[in-house]
């Protein structure tokens, strides 16, 4: 039995320039189940493409108040726009604000000469 969520295709590669973040909204399980739509965004930085739920685990809500701006000001860590707690881009790591310590829900990411694809964590 597949315990895997199934495959999304988010975005083209063409799509995600470095430095750039797409937002998608992905449901999760089945419709009979108590489904409940999330958020979630990609980026590409360096050459590589991350993906994360969109939601601070400080309070669950999302991150951004501008559609595509997820970033401080140095363009360095992902920023929750409500208190400011800052994330390494690479783990999701929140370094400083009321969550340290804890971590963004990593998305599984893969990416083809056509497809940026990403599937829900179990
Ligand atoms: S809701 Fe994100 S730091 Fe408080």
């Not at 320039?17 to 965004?41: A, H, I, V, W």
């Not at 400011?84 to 370094?95: H, M, N, T, V």
Request: charged letters at 25%; a negative charge.
């Amino acid at each position: 039995m597949n315990r895997h969520s199934p495959w999304l295709k988010v975005c083209s590669p063409d799509d995600l320039t470095n430095g750039s973040f797409t937002e998608f909204t992905l449901t999760k399980g089945k419709p009979e189940d108590q489904t409940t739509d999330q958020r979630g965004f990609v980026f590409r930085r360096s050459g590589k493409v991350y993906g994360y739920l969109n939601r601070c685990p400080h309070l669950g809500i999302e991150l951004n108040w501008m559609p595509g701006r997820f970033m401080d000001s140095d363009n360095c860590f992902i920023q929750c726009s409500t208190h400011g707690a800052l994330f390494l881009p690479d783990s999701g790591e929140c370094i400083v604000g009321p969550c340290q310590g804890e971590a963004l829900t990593p998305l599984e990411v893969s990416e083809s000469r056509d497809s940026i694809e990403i599937r829900l964590p179990e």
